[in-house]
């Protein structure tokens, strides 16, 4: 985490990068080729919503494992929108799937965790939009006619969602918006003041979480035509991207590397892939609420990818998964402790 930080915790939100070794003055490449956005499912909003006016696109098919938020944030566009029933831990990447194939289709394919992507063998006509939020750098691989993504996710920025199109095609613009700016000012403040707890100069956590959590509750709203807020862009613009996408990666190599628990459990280790992250499937719900609760009280916060699941195999789904965050933030020291805290819990399981 670096040799400034006293008080030490791991996931959750990002602290402000002051850090010069994560600062670059080269363009980054979220900066060519793309227009950006408030938020990821603004930049789909916006996309969907050209779609629909100058290429008469009337169906959107979502995968039924996926983030409902973003299912309900576009619901009010004149567009049918279909479900498809894909769970990225129990089927395969070449299920078919009962899809209109035709230039007024769109589906959504989720690059899940970094780990699985469906492959769409079949599809000619319909329209591919890629959901890169959990994999940024298949940007430059993407072969789908659009791309889209959170960056907020994987980067220590208050706000920013991303739209491209490998084929070239035009792309949508947001529009400047005052309250995006502001909220995303508010939760810069956030980010500072828990910066500022790390360092060990406040012991005030209460006060960065409640911003945190009124500034994501702000941050969608009515904005679904912004685009990313100055202040937002601004450190985006200086961000070394692939370096701090390279420590992530650098980092869950080392876990998977001293990870002493059951393989079956560790999905990152059962795929080609290293992914977003260290991704857990528990045996029940009790499992991981009990793992859960031991890492927290270790001040470790894991998350759960995606709570509000609808079908009954997704929920079940949804029970038993933890993801844990093991990014830039983390040094090995960082590493090793996570990882010896999980080795200890499974090894007196």
């Given at each position: 985490m670096g040799g400034s930080i006293t008080n030490k915790e791991?996931?959750?939100?990002?602290?402000?990068?002051?850090?010069?070794?994560w600062q670059t003055n080269n363009q980054n490449f979220f900066l060519k080729n793309?227009?950006?956005?408030?938020?990821?499912?603004?930049?789909?909003?916006?996309?969907?919503?050209?779609?629909i006016k100058k290429h008469n696109w009337k169906t959107v098919y979502f995968p039924s494992y996926y983030c409902q938020e973003v299912v309900k944030f576009i619901q009010d566009l004149t567009i049918d929108v279909k479900i498809y029933?894909?769970?990225p831990f129990l089927d395969t990447i070449d299920k078919d799937f009962k899809i209109n194939d035709n230039p007024t289709s769109v589906i959504i394919n989720v690059d899940f965790f970094g780990?699985?992507?469906?492959?769409?063998?079949?599809?000619?006509?319909?329209?591919?939009?890629?959901?890169?939020?959990?994999?940024?750098?298949?940007?430059?691989?993407?072969?789908?006619?659009?791309?889209?993504?959170?960056?907020?996710?994987?980067?220590?920025?208050?706000?920013?969602?991303?739209?491209a199109?490998?084929?070239?095609?035009?792309?949508?613009?947001?529009?400047?918006?005052?309250?995006?700016?502001?909220?995303?000012?508010?939760?810069?403040?956030?980010?500072?003041?828990?910066?500022?707890?790390l360092e060990g100069l406040s012991n005030d956590k209460d006060t960065y979480r409640e911003i945190f959590i009124e500034s994501e509750e702000n941050l969608e709203g009515k904005l679904k035509s912004a685009k990313i807020p100055k202040t937002a862009k601004v450190l985006l613009q200086n961000l070394d991207i692939t370096q701090i996408l390279k420590?992530?990666?650098?980092?869950?190599?080392?876990?998977?590397?001293?990870?002493?628990?059951?393989k079956d459990l560790v999905l990152n280790s059962q795929k080609t892939r290293l992914g977003a992250g260290l991704v857990l499937q528990l045996k029940s719900k009790k499992n991981r609420d009990e793992l859960k609760s031991y890492l927290i009280?270790?001040?470790?916060?894991?998350?759960?990818?995606?709570?509000?699941?609808?079908?009954k195999r997704d929920i079940e789904i949804e029970d038993k998964v933890l993801f844990l965050h093991l990014d830039y933030r983390y040094n090995t020291e960082d590493i090793n402790l996570i990882i010896n805290k999980l080795n200890f819990y499974f090894s007196n399981e």
């Open positions: 791991f996931g959750s939100d990002f602290h402000l990068c002051t850090e010069s070794k793309t227009t950006l956005f408030l938020s990821g499912r603004t930049a789909l909003y916006a996309l969907l919503k050209q779609g029933d894909f769970n780990l699985k992507h469906h492959l769409f063998l079949s599809i000619k006509k319909a329209v591919l939009i890629d959901d890169l939020t959990h994999n940024l750098e298949a940007i430059k691989t993407s072969t789908a006619d659009y791309v889209f993504g959170s960056l907020r996710k994987e980067l220590p920025i208050p706000s920013g969602g991303f739209l199109s490998s084929n070239g095609f035009k792309l949508p613009k947001g529009k400047q918006s005052r309250l995006a700016n502001s909220i995303a000012i508010k939760k810069l403040t956030a980010m500072y003041l828990k910066k500022r707890y420590a992530k990666k650098e980092n869950i190599n080392q876990a998977l590397s001293n990870l002493k628990i059951d009280s270790n001040k470790i916060y894991p998350a759960v990818l995606w709570p509000g699941q609808l079908t």
